[in-house]
Antibody, heavy 117, light 110 residues
């Protein structure tokens, strides 16, 4: 079964850091570009970051550039995002997503990040 | 990186059809055929329903169809069923490794 499972979410104070992980299974992880998409409570979907299949080309939304770092370990079939200098507006469910044919075809169940004092 | 514009809500009766619009610019929707649509039920992850404007992934009913004209893409759901009640989001590639989503449309089946 093709599956993405996120972990690492939780409560963090403003200015703090958190690293999310996404374990992939059921497909050849190294063959796909991977994404992080977030959804604030009661709000819509927002693209956060993505990384090429070989990990050499990361991209970021302006709202997280300089604070978030995406990476992947193809040997471990795992996607990461290191989130630093967290703000209240980063509070959201973070989804790990696989891209194929210029669309997002596999989504994880999401992990909740809450930034609050 | 402005969000695409969707109506906040849409509705239709059982068995009828409804169309949801998604308006962008020539830099995103109008510039690429990389428009996709997602269905999201409360508390669940989104599910891909349409990709590359009008293609359906395996397993998605043919009641769902997509189209595009200029800077506006559309999702049509025909023969509405109760289980179609959900939030629907459009997405488009916007060039320069940037992606944008719409604000979402809550579809109510009457």
């Amino acid at each position: 079964e093709v599956q993405l499972v996120e972990s690492g979410g939780g409560l963090v104070q403003p200015g703090g850091s958190l690293r999310l992980s996404c374990a992939a299974s059921g497909f050849t992880f190294s063959g796909y570009w991977m994404y992080w998409v977030r959804q604030a409570p009661g709000k819509g979907l927002v693209w956060v970051s993505h990384i090429s299949s070989d990990g050499s080309r990361p991209s970021y939304a302006d709202s997280v550039k300089g604070r978030f770092t995406i990476s992947r370990d193809n040997a471990k079939n795992t996607l990461y995002v290191q989130m630093n200098i967290l703000r209240a507006e980063d509070t959201a469910v973070y989804y790990c997503v696989r891209q194929t044919s210029w669309a997002f075809d596999i989504w994880g169940q999401g992990t909740m990040v809450t930034v609050s004092s | 990186q402005s969000a695409l514009t969707q109506p906040p809500s849409a509705s239709g009766s059982l068995g009828q059809s409804v169309t949801i619009s998604c308006t962008g610019t020539s830099s995103d929707v109008g510039g690429y055929n990389h428009v996709s649509w997602y269905e999201q039920h409360p508390g669940k992850a989104p599910k891909l329903m349409i990709y590359e404007v009008n293609k359906r992934p395996s397993g998605v009913p043919d009641r769902f169809s997509g189209s595009k004209s200029g800077n506006t893409a559309s999702l049509t759901v025909s023969g509405l069923q109760a289980e179609d009640e959900a939030d629907y989001y459009c997405s488009s590639y916007a060039g320069n490794n940037i992606w944008v989503f719409g604000g979402g449309t809550k579809l109510t089946v009457l």
